[in-house]
């Protein structure tokens, strides 16, 4: 019997981003709106935090497992999570709304296989 | 000048996971709300998706990133995010909860240290 994977998730960390756009609430979630269309994963429900000492967490969960954002503009960091399943969704076209729209000068991708089952 | 980690992730693959524990919702708000606690994290909000071909979506945000969890009963596993910044919670008090309701018979478990920078 073979193996299969349930989902992929990529782990991205963006450094470079200018403050500005990581105090921006309405980009988070336009970002992370916009990232579920390209990857045409399904909307499920959303919350949004700001951070009274600046900085934003945005959590959109999908049909197809969540997508993520959390920000420090202090060290022009976010943290960003793309866990997406199934073959008909690829979590790469998210990750490009992304860089499209924070173009970090330097930024570090690890996609992890999630669920490794008998096929 | 040093650098230093803004946050810890733990990346966490349970296998053999009893079907009927990945389909109890109540199971799994229970779990995600204990794991904060004793975590001693800062709940903000949370949001759950119950799946008519059976499995649960469930994050909760809190003030130092998130917790989520994903089941596929029909494989008798479950995805875990513990996503916590700052050095006053500790993930892996969170991690043992979800070990402690769910008793998988594998587990497989990845810290990522994440947003290096400088400090």
């Known amino acids: 019997m073979g193996m299969k994977t349930l989902g992929r998730h990529l782990v991205v960390e963006m450094y470079g981003v200018q403050s500005a756009l990581l105090h ?7 970002v992370l709106r916009e990232s579920i269309e390209a990857c045409k994963a399904t ?22 497992s969540h997508i993520s954002i ?6 022009g960091y976010a943290a960003v999570d793309i866990f997406t399943c199934g073959d008909q969704v690829d ?3 998210a990750y490009e709304v992304f860089i499209k729209h924070y173009s970090p000068s330097r930024v570090n991708v690890t996609e992890i296989k999630r669920g490794i089952v008998e096929a």
């Open 91 to 93: 979590p790469w076209s």
């Open 70 to 75: 959390h920000t420090w503009p202090e060290h």
């Open 24 to 30: 921006d609430l309405s980009l988070a979630k336009r």
């Open 43 to 64: 909307f499920m429900g959303e919350h949004y935090t700001v951070f009274a000492g600046g900085g934003i967490s945005g959590i959109v969960v999908i049909a197809e």
